[in-house]
């Protein structure tokens, strides 16, 4: 006998969308059936008609229980909200999987003394999550600064231990990696089948523009895209596509801002190159015009949202495969510290994005563009998962799979407001956005953990996860 039969329900599968049944045992998804194939004598039958049957969400890049910046709090010991918040609202908002960061960022702290070891530091941010989930969870590895020879030496056994991709920033002092660490960096992680995560900006453009626009008096925040701009991105990330070219570097692009960008990883791609590319859901919505609005850099995050025929690109990359996922740069605090610093150099990152990706990527896609039902799920999870090295256990509902599973009602439509939102916050951005469909009940591994608006999962049930990224992911690119 099955644990869990939900039936009725659209099913989006890897092969088709139909009315489909799903067999849950225990956290797995042990038969996927044309509606009415499986037998009735389950533990709970859960009827989905009307509704749709995605896997559950991967949320590809956030940052929860980290300490915020005083230059941009405007106080000290801030942080973003713990795992235990940012899972919730993930919960709610659809995701099961959460991928944040690990890394050993105390440089400056540091002195000369040596870097933890990549194991250990991994070991203490998974202390910051066990038993404060609701979902699951992974980290990419940052690798910051004048990486050390030790630890780049690291890297082989840190694919072994599961962590798949590293990340690293082409700016931001101290934490940027010059191009030689970086050369040494990519060589090692092609070499043992990791992927890298890329946060690319030009950093002497970034610098250039923070002078040139101090120097002028037009230092306010509202000005940041003129900072973090067109050209920085343009430069970026082909030096780094280049640089992945020498090493046959799989290169995964977090948050592309701009048409350049876009523009950058289509060509590489066109080439053979496996690059890909992720949006956040706020640059698919606004532009730099309302960083002008009162309170209108609440909106931003690094690098900056830029212009009209920018988010332009970005659609329309998701549209037609040119870009690979959607994600938020989940970065929750409250509106005092988020508000505070209001200069180029003082805009608070981030914002509280993980709930509300979902429903936003449905509206502007499937709900206004007629995006298919597969593509829908590829932009929200499946790639994600392709990228990442969770797949097929994430990502697909098919037997073998984890049964993370989101039933999400298209009939659901709701102005959001931010009563219906479960992070640790005072403010959203999405406030007063038209949504087109709500997720209305999701399952981890097998287990309600949402259902009719209550939370009823446990924060013990979410578990680290161990990756590997598949070899045609990183020698060509297949998403
Ligand atoms: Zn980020």
């Given amino acids: 006998m099955l644990d869990l039969v939900i039936k009725g329900g659209q099913v989006v599968t890897p092969q088709a969308v139909g009315e ?5 045992q225990g956290e797995k998804i042990a038969a996927v059936g044309w509606s009415g194939s499986l037998a009735a004598d389950a533990g709970r039958e859960i009827d989905a008609t009307g509704k749709i049957v ?9 940052h929860i229980g980290i300490p915020v910046p005083s230059e941009w709090s405007g106080q000290p010991d801030i942080m973003t909200q713990p795992p235990q918040d940012a899972s919730r609202a993930a919960a709610f908002g659809g995701v099961t999987t959460i991928v944040d960061f690990a890394g050993d960022l105390s440089l400056e702290d540091r002195g000369d003394a040596p870097a933890k070891s990549i194991m250990s530091v991994l070991e203490e941010r998974r202390d910051v999550f066990r038993t404060h989930a609701y979902t699951d969870y992974t980290f990419h590895y940052i690798l910051a600064g004048e990486v050390a020879p030790e630890t780049i030496g690291e890297i082989g056994e840190a694919v072994q231990e599961g962590v798949a991709s590293f990340k690293i920033f082409t700016t931001f002092h101290p934490i940027r990696v010059p191009y030689g660490q970086l050369s040494a960096i990519f060589a090692e992680v092609a070499k043992h089948g990791g992927i890298m995560a890329v946060h690319a900006e030009e950093d002497e453009i970034v610098r250039y523009m923070t002078e040139k626009l101090k120097r002028e008096n037009r230092a306010q925040g509202y000005n940041l895209h003129l900072v973090h701009n067109n ?3 343009d430069l970026a990330f082909r030096h780094v596509i280049r640089l ?8 995964y ?3 592309t801002t701009a048409k350049e960008g876009v523009a950058a990883i289509a060509e590489a791609r066109a080439a053979g190159q496996p690059v890909y590319g992720e949006a956040l859901h706020n640059y698919l919505e606004f532009t730099c015009e309302d960083y002008k609005k009162p309170g209108g850099t609440a ?9 009209a025929d920018d988010r332009d690109a970005l659609i329309a990359g998701l549209m037609d495969g040119r870009l690979a996922t959607t994600a938020t740069d989940e970065y929750t605090t409250h509106k005092g510290p988020k508000l505070w610093g209001d200069t180029i150099e003082t805009v608070c990152g981030g914002h509280n994005g993980i709930e509300t990706r979902i429903p936003v990527a449905y509206t502007k896609f499937v709900a206004e563009r007629n995006m298919s039902l597969q593509r829908f799920v590829d932009i929200t999870s499946a790639n994600a998962a392709r990228l990442l090295g969770l797949y097929p256990q994430k990502g697909a509902i098919q037997p073998g799979s984890d049964a993370d599973l989101v039933i999400f009602d298209p009939g659901l439509h709701k102005t959001i407001s931010l009563d219906d939102l479960h992070a640790n916050s005072d403010y959203s951005i999405w406030e007063g956005y038209a949504s087109q469909g709500w997720p209305v009940m999701t399952l981890l591994r097998g287990k309600v953990i949402v259902e009719d608006g209550k939370l009823v999962g446990s924060s013990t049930d979410g578990r680290w996860l161990k990756r590997r990224v598949s070899g045609d992911v990183i020698s060509r690119p297949v998403v």
């Fill in 299 to 307: 909106i931003h995050t690094y690098p900056a949202i830029k212009f």
């Fill in 253 to 255: 692009f977090v948050h």
């Fill in 231 to 233: 050209l920085s991105e």
């Fill in 54 to 62: 995605i896997p559950g969400g991967i949320e590809p890049h956030a």
């Fill in 244 to 251: 992945a070219q020498h090493s046959g570097t799989g290169i």
């Fill in 20 to 24: 489909m049944d799903i067999g849950i």
